[in-house]
Each structure stands twice: as C-alpha cells, then as structure tokens.
C-alpha cells in the first residue's frame, strides 16, 4: 500500500482540536475551582484517586478514537480509493500510536517529577501550596507543548528534519544513558537571573500568592520564582518528548492529545509518586532505551522496512522496555543515601 497521507489535517479538523482545547480547560476549571479550591496537602489517597481519573479519561478517549476512526474512514471514499486500505487497521493504528505516544510521554513525566521534588525541596515549598503551583505550570505546559507541535508538525514534512531530530533522540539517549546525575540550581538558571532584573522579587512566601506589594512596588513572591522555573524546566523536556511521539505518528492530532492527556495527569503522578521516585534508579536507563530506539526507528529502522515500521512493535518495545526498568528497580532497590529528598507530604 502506498504512503497514505496525514489522516487527520488541520484544515479539516480545527473543530476537534477547539472542542478538545475547551474540554481540557473545562476539567482545569473544575479541578482548581472545585475539587482544589482550598489549598492543602494532597494526600496519597486523593493522588491515587485522581491518577486513575486521568489515566481512565485517557483509555476512553482512546476508544472513541478508534471507534470514530473506523467510522470516518469507512465513509472517505477518497482514503477507500487506495488500494490495500483497510479503515479497521488503519482505525486499529491510530489507537495504538496514541497508546505508543501517551506511555511514552507518561514515562518521561516521571523524569519530570524527579526536578520537581528538588525544586520544590530547593525552595522548601510548604506542601499545600504545591498543587496550586503545579496546576498553573500544566496550564503553561499546555500552550508550550500546542507550539512545539505545531512548529514539529509542519517541519516533519521534511526528511532531513526527521533524520535530524532523529540523530538527535540517539544522542539524548546516550546522553542520559551514561551522562551523569543531573544537578538542580534554580538560582542559577537564566531565566530566573533575567526575571530579577525585570521585577523585584521578595524574600518570603505570601501564602499561595505569587505577587505582592510592598511599598506600592509590585513583587514576585518566591513562589512565582517556582513556577517559572518549572515552566523554563517543562520547555527542555519537550524539546526530548515532542520529537519522541513525532517518531511513533505523523499525525498531530495524535501527538496533541496524547501529550495533553499525559500533561494532565503529571500533578496526580507527582503527589503520588514524589516521595518514592528516586526508588526507580534504573527507570533513566529505559528511557534511555526508548528514545534510542525511537530514534533509529526515525532514521535507520524505518528505512530499512521502507518507512513501515509495525506501530506494534513499537509498543511493545517501549512498554517492555520502561515496564523492565521498573520491575528491576523494585527486585534491585537502590541502597539508601543520607539527606534523602522529602515528599509533598513530609517535612522540609
């Protein structure tokens, strides 16, 4: 069958992609006007509950993905024109790209998770006004992640860009591989220099608030300060997860929601996981693995299966591969170290 064209175009789905941006702000406004409304200490009871919310939205969008797939390209008559199009397996592998795209991204949130407890440890914190940063560092996540997309979207059209970003997936992998323990110093950052010059930034916490006034000049509280300096640490990792879903689906639709889905789960994932991750020491190294491969499968595996590299496979590799890393971290524990990071919920 020949190559089949990008099945989901913007052109003729800027509907969906309004009416899913609207959904995701609708649950954001729910989540923070509602259910997180007061600011407190996220138990790991209320983490367990909300990650399973996430991640059950994410398997029925993924069903109806499917189910809407087949359906409308069993009624394109110039997608049934091709020949060897079959809309059930087309249906069937657009589900599992997502799939693909949403564990992979997953995986590399709990990378995310790992520079969030030191920053928040950095800054100490206090653990009740941990959700509120967050929340306003997915909603920045948010429209970072929807540019990336949008600028990978149209330069993946170009096959140096692909062998480009893939040569660089490789390299990231080695990187991480055998590059060492990554060292956090938010005070050092640029963005964090840059941002003093501009604004005053004041010495204490004011409760959740990220500005104040003091002497009728506007300041940053410290608290701000997190933020940014979690949204300057979300815009690096994109540049690795991005280019990573891209090397599993050319459609961006795909690479949209799954990020997105996987975005919204990350707080749910850090408060349930923050006081353990350092427990999956190997976890660095199947990552390493999975955007190894991703990237050989955008430069030297998809070429030589003539660009058809069964998503399947692709699956399987990466949920054996990060679901290995995880089970040799529990049956290997990593020997404990003095000075062990808190979690949300213990003291700093």
Not at 144 to 162: D, E, H, P, T
Not at 216 to 242: K, N, Q
Not at 274 to 296: E, M, P, R, S, W
Not at 317 to 340: D, Q, R
Request: aromatic share 16%; charged share 15%; proline share 5%.
């Amino acid at each position: 069958m020949t190559d089949l064209p990008v099945l989901f175009p913007f052109a003729d789905y800027w509907w969906f992609y309004l009416s899913f941006t609207a959904f995701v702000i609708g649950l954001l406004s729910l989540d923070l006007g509602v259910f997180h409304r007061k600011a407190h200490a996220v138990s790991f009871k209320e983490a367990t509950a909300w990650t399973c919310v996430w991640v059950t939205l994410a398997l029925i969008f993924n069903l109806l993905l499917y189910l809407y797939s087949w359906w409308q390209f069993s009624d394109n008559s110039v997608l049934m024109a091709i020949p060897g199009f079959d809309p059930k397996a087309e249906a069937s592998r657009i589900a599992l790209e997502f799939l693909a795209g949403y564990l992979v991204e997953q995986s590399l949130s709990i990378d995310n998770i790992f520079v969030f407890v030191l920053v928040f440890s950095y800054f100490h914190v206090k653990p009740q006004y941990q959700h509120r940063v967050l929340f306003y560092g997915i909603l920045g996540a948010l429209v970072f992640r929807g540019i990336f997309i949008a600028i990978g979207a149209a330069l993946m059209q170009y096959k140096l860009v692909v062998i480009l970003l893939g040569g660089f997936l490789v390299f990231t992998g080695f990187k991480m591989m055998f590059g060492g323990e990554q060292k956090i110093e938010p005070e050092k950052k640029p963005i964090t220099r840059l941002f003093k010059k501009i604004m005053p930034v004041s010495h204490e916490f004011e409760g959740q608030k990220f500005f104040s006034r003091k002497g009728g000049v506007l300041h940053a509280t410290p608290l701000f300060i997190v933020l940014l300096v979690l949204e300057a640490t979300d815009v690096v990792f994109a540049i690795d997860s991005v280019p990573a879903i891209f090397g599993l689906t050319k459609e961006p639709l795909i690479v949209f929601t799954s990020n997105i889905f996987a975005i919204l789960g990350l707080r749910s994932l850090y408060f349930l996981l923050a006081g353990a991750v350092d427990k999956f020491h190997f976890l660095k190294y199947g990552l390493a693995i999975v955007l190894t491969f991703v990237g050989l499968k955008m430069t030297v595996l998809s070429w030589l299966l003539h660009g058809h590299f069964p998503i399947l496979w692709s699956l399987s590799i990466i949920a054996g591969t990060i679901g290995g890393s995880i089970v040799l971290s529990l049956v290997f524990p990593k020997k404990e170290e003095p000075n062990h990071l808190p979690g949300p919920g213990q003291d700093h």
